[in-house]
């Protein structure tokens, strides 16, 4: 008899710590890293001061259809790049563009919109109408970004970089640099907030795209994330993101 109640009370010792485990068990957040110095994309919102943009839009869509729970970490551009290839972050969505060196460190997801380099003048300065014109110009560029990466192999043009990349388009504004190297839409956007002190010129001169950059010991929420995007894009997601962020480029 004893022997008989030992097992029982031991099954439901197990069934207690089963149940408990199920009925308290909450999903992992999972922690994003974003520049949010980047508009269109990511920003913080003057008024609720959070971040805001057509990539928090995006992994908030993608989270939603994959149950994920997320938490957006406004970061600085190089230390989301070093926190990320570090695993310090589960993810990061930053208008990262994909390139074969970053692939060494961190994974991404399918991309999601195509960008490239654009330059950005002071509206009537006529000296600069292509990359061809940028010899014996000082340029500036976020650190890090792939517009910079740009600049510095470009024979004559010389680099000035910043932390942010408003504070190249403030430099421009007040003439202390000929011209900024950035992604077309934020550069569009930095150009249509400008009341008509920038411009752009030129064409768009690279081919990029962004994806979403995710830790490389996390293979399973890249798996999420590309279940998530692919149902947002088969849903026709992405144009009404496109409409509210980036309407008029």
Do not use: H
Request: proline letters at 3%; charged letters at 20%; a negative charge.
């Amino acid at each position: 008899m004893k022997k008989q109640f030992k097992s029982i009370f031991f099954l439901l010792i197990v069934m207690s710590i089963l149940l408990t485990a199920c009925g308290g068990a909450k999903s992992e957040t999972i922690r994003i890293a974003s520049d949010t110095t980047w508009p269109p994309f990511e920003y913080i919102d003057e008024t609720t001061k959070e971040p805001v943009g057509f990539d928090i839009d995006l992994i908030t869509m993608i989270a939603e259809k994959e149950g994920l729970d997320i938490e957006i970490i406004p970061t600085e551009w190089d230390a989301l790049l070093a926190g990320i290839s570090q695993c310090q972050y589960d993810a990061a969505i930053s208008a990262i563009t994909i390139t074969e060196d970053r692939k060494e460190t961190m994974l991404f997801t399918e991309p999601y919109i195509e960008a490239g380099q654009v330059l950005t003048i002071v509206a009537g300065d006529d000296r600069i109408s292509s990359i061809a014109d940028l010899d014996g110009m000082t340029v500036g560029a976020q650190i890090g970004t792939t517009g910079a990466i740009e600049v510095e192999g470009m024979a004559g043009a010389t680099l000035k970089t910043y932390d942010s990349v408003d504070l190249a388009y403030l430099d421009l504004t007040n003439g202390q640099i000929d011209v900024v190297v950035a992604d077309y839409p934020t550069a569009f956007d930095f150009v249509a907030q400008s009341n008509g002190e920038l411009a752009l010129t030129g064409e768009v001169f690279t081919d990029e795209n962004y994806g979403i950059a995710v830790c490389n010991e996390n293979a399973d929420l890249l798996t999420k994330l590309n279940a998530g995007l692919k149902a947002v894009q088969d849903e026709g997601g992405i144009a009404p993101l496109e409409a509210k962020w980036l309407a008029g480029e």
